[in-house]
């Protein structure tokens, strides 16, 4: 694909504060990347693939994020551990504090904008310290043609200062001296102290996870996306290590997206984004071939570790276990074109469920599936961490909670009135161990779980039950008894286990901390979001 973002355009930031400095505009990737290998910043891979280190901070930081707390946010944001508020003032002087720094500097601006479908396009300028960020932004927001840059007019902005730590953070309502901050009324985004780049990602999309749902009748979702030949949407929600990226990459179905949707009222879905941001810790081409082909020039490697032949070492997790890749969405092969569908018709729930008590695949009501959106369970495995001998549940409400501006439950009450005006079927999907817990049973294998997934949305799966499903006696959810191209047995997990009383003593212990999990929802949410909880024993 041709890079047609390039200008002859030159941009002043003196209207940002930002005084006496260097701009470089919309530069290529080409070019950022010859400029981060000039300065030191990166190194190239045998393949000619950019690599950089990020640092101090190889991961976001959730604990030193922050929303500022004014009129438009105040009485909206569920404030608490995820959402932390911070006064206008303070924002005021470090947003000060930024330009000044930035001020005198070689420093990198670039137009991009969010939200592929026209009606929700959202333009956003970035302007970055460090070259690799600045590409990093042109892999992962959309790209503006030449016509779209000559007339350009920013909607929000995004200042990355990476260099820059807070001197005095306990005076100013921070944690520590880097941080992460929106600010809805100024329409800004703070990232200082930490060169991670999805801080960046992730803080223009959190923005618009409120910004849509309130002003636009949209709602955001941290899911992947696909469609068939016919034009049938699938949807794919699940925290790291579920399959996400992996089931969503079918040979069969055009990609929409791997990672940040909306859902609009028109019944169509639409990508956020221009790129992918990818784990890529033990990644080979047979498990992952996509992501694995991406990793070409133009893409960004994050924290890899180099063999002596100059090629990556991608088992190697010695600076971190989330090593990353971003690359424009173009790097890979079957695309949607442009990124959005209409007619979402499936909606699959992710979970990798190491206590191996979820059937492998089973539908949900509409009560059920609000009261797993908001769970958005899965599970450590043992070994993970010190101290833990058996699997321990994790939950991230709506598959997202880091991102998610408002209440849970208003994204489920959304979701659950989306689902059944467009008629959706809604699957939850275990892609964890079956035949026993992590340490006894295995993990389910890969081709049942396409097989599955391929019957669900191709209606074959439907058909060869007739309605005929099993009601689980404690998590409610309907197994089919039969799919095409998988065993029997394997659907029944209790079957698969060989031993009733220690299934359903583990699968009485996942229900509890289900419900334990969502106590916290209670008081918020609906009587049939409260009707698709597990029962206990």
Known sequence: MVDNTQTSKSISLEKYGIKNAKVNYQLSPKKLQAIAVEKGMGKETANGTLAINTGKYTGRSPQDRFLVEDDYTKDRVWWGKTNKAISPENFDFLQSEIENYLSGKEIYARDGYVCADPKYKMNVRTITEYPWSNMFVYNMFLRPDAEELENFKEEWLVLCAPGYE??????HGLRQGNFSILNFTKKIALVGGSAYTGEMKKGIFSALNMILPVDKNVLPMHCSANVGKDGDTAIFFGLSGTGKTTLSADPNRKLIGDDEHGWTAENSIFNFEGGCYAKVIDLTEEKEPDIFRAIKPGAILENVIFKDN?????????ITQN?????????????????YAKNPKNIFFLTADAFGVLPPISKLSPGQAAYHFISGYTAKVAGTEAGIDEPVPSFSACFGEPFMPLHPTKYAEMLSKKMQEAGVNVWLVNTGWTGGPYGVGTRMKLKYTRAMITAAMNGSLEEANKGNYHTHSIFGVQQPRTCPNVPDDVLSPRSTWN???????????????????????????????????????
Do not use: W
Not at 310 to 318: H, L, N, P, T
């Open 166 to 171: 807070c001197p005095d953070p306990e005076n």
């Open 310 to 318: 100059g090629e990556v070492d991608f088992m190697d997790s010695s």
């Open 323 to 339: 090593t990353r890749v971003s690359y424009p969405i173009y790097h890979i092969d079957n695309i949607q074109q442009p990124s």
């Open 499 to 537: 031993n009733d009383e220690g299934y359903y003593n583990m699968a009485d212990k996942l229900a509890k901390s289900f419900r334990e999990n969502f106590k916290k929802f209670e008081e918020y949410a609906n009587n049939e979001i409260m009707a698709g909880a597990p029962n206990v024993r």
